[in-house]
């Protein structure tokens, strides 16, 4: 605390609040929204599986718009992100027996869709300057059945390409690329979910490119495109050359597909937010930037440094974190309800690492084997994950749209910070 400053309450504990005015909303409807919703409506194509009108379906125009936009050439939409990733470790034949690695620090749907399909989840402790997977401890982790690696971009960072591209290519083990938390990001000037053989993405509400629920897999190879279109459509597949009032689809089932189709409600959501997405992100990475500064100054403050190779990164979930060789012993949960009620908007822990989330619960699914080994083999207690946990415990995080805003909005968010670490000593006695 400087000399001479009177020291004011936290909010949290009745004094003034940091900052009073409203934050961006997010997702925010859009003229362009609201009327591709009711072109939709009014077409009488409302899935994929309708009969063909004459137009292109939103769907297609979608997979078309996003596979160009990441300079790719194939894009199959899914349902949501989970079912984008399930579509991709089964379109590399991923299933019983394999191995996946997958990060420790990340949303329970990585791990949830591998088990899903009966593979087992590898956790991989993450990186500390980046919160993403380390290769190192990737590397290390690999054995005979290791059938592919997903890393996730995430944390406004991302993880290290250069050396996944590298591991995928000597050890001809195929890479797998989670994008849900960056869409838009580019690692040496390329977008990121074209590195790996594919990419996944989740356009979930929160997501920074959203349809409410949503999902789409990105690929440049025609076989795994041909395999997804199946996988997400009962077996089927679109056919180039529709006619009026038939299906566009054709049977194939080649492999065993389910019903993840987008729907053209959805689809057309995406579609109309797409172009929006570039000037968004522009706009949260400025602000990311200014407050990077600021919160440089706080002392015991730290934030995740994105990699220099991240030329340009995706503002998504902003982390803050705290040292406590510092600033002492950690309050974070209340750290977090302190700076919600300063700023008004919404802050909380990150997501507890995998091998501690009451989330990620494999071994409660009958869909696995029951005998021992295979029960060991899933049991997420087994994996140790010290930089993840560190990291979980000294961290706090807020939504992207908070960087939506003004410099004003981004400057209150140091502001409380700062005021925050000034009264930790109040926060650890409450
Ligand atoms: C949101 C998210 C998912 C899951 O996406 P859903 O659309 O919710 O199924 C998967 N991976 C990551 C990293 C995510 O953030």
Known sequence: MSAGRIRSP?????GPASFSSSWPSWPAATPEIVAALQSVAESGRWAISGAFTGMRSH??????AFAAYNGTRYAVPTVNGSAALTIGLEALRIGVGDEVLVPGLTWVAC?????????????VDVDPQTLCISADAARAAITPRTAAIMVVHAYCSAADLDAFTALSATTGIPLIEDCSQAHGARWRGLRVGTYGVLGAFSLQQVKVL????GGVAITANPELDDTMQQLRADGRRRIAVPRRGQLELEDIGSVQGRNYCLSEFHAAVALAQLPLLDQQNARRRVNAARLRVRLREIPGVLCVEPPAALTEETIYQFVIQFDPERLGPLPTRRVADALFAELGVFVEMIDAPLNANRLYNPLASRRLPLDERSRRAFDPHRFDLPAATRAQQNSVAFGHWALLGSSKHTDAIAEAVAKVVENLDDLRSA
Request: glycine share 14%; proline share 4%; hydrophobic share 50%.
């Open 210 to 213: 959203t349809c409410g629920e």
């Open 59 to 64: 769907e297609q125009q979608f997979a078309d």
């Open 111 to 123: 791990a949830s869709a591998v088990s899903g399909i009966g593979a087992v989840p590898v956790l």
């Open 10 to 14: 936290l909010a949290l504990f009745g």
